[in-house]
């Protein structure tokens, strides 16, 4: 019923920008918060950004102020804007939806490669 789908990974410079996308079925509005992960080989899944249906974000402080996330509800998606670049954002990058209802539920996308080399 629910179903993620990220795209926008590729290989990139260092310093350079890269946008990704996660597009949800149905309406996006009915998650009470998306999130982007990443996970580096070897390492833990990390928060690397969220925002919540009212649009307050919140950002790792790796990512600060050069990531920037945003919502089209329109397009029921979900969108990862990567400046400055750097190797250490190398990693599989996830997007994750949040709904609450009598429960949590969590849903994820299947994951999108982001390679930062020169």
């Known amino acids: 019923q629910v179903q993620l789908v990220e795209s926008g990974g590729a290989l990139v410079q260092p310093g350079g920008s890269l946008r990704l996308s996660c597009a949800a079925s149905?309406?996006?509005?009915?998650?009470?918060?998306v999130g982007w992960y990443r996970q580096a080989p070897g390492n833990q899944r990390e928060l690397v950004a969220s925002?919540?249906?009212?649009?307050?974000?919140n950002y790792a402080a790796s990512v600060k102020g050069r990531f920037t996330i945003s919502r089209d509800n329109a397009k029921n998606t979900v969108y990862l804007q990567m400046n400055s670049l750097k190797f250490e954002d190398t990693a599989v990058y996830y997007c994750?939806?949040?709904?609450?209802?009598?429960?949590?539920?969590?849903?994820w996308g299947q994951g999108t490669q982001v390679t930062v080399s020169s």
């Open positions: 994750k939806a949040v709904l609450v209802l009598i429960g949590t539920y969590d849903y």
């Open positions: 149905g309406n996006i509005l009915r998650f009470n918060a």
């Open positions: 925002i919540t249906t009212g649009g307050s974000t």
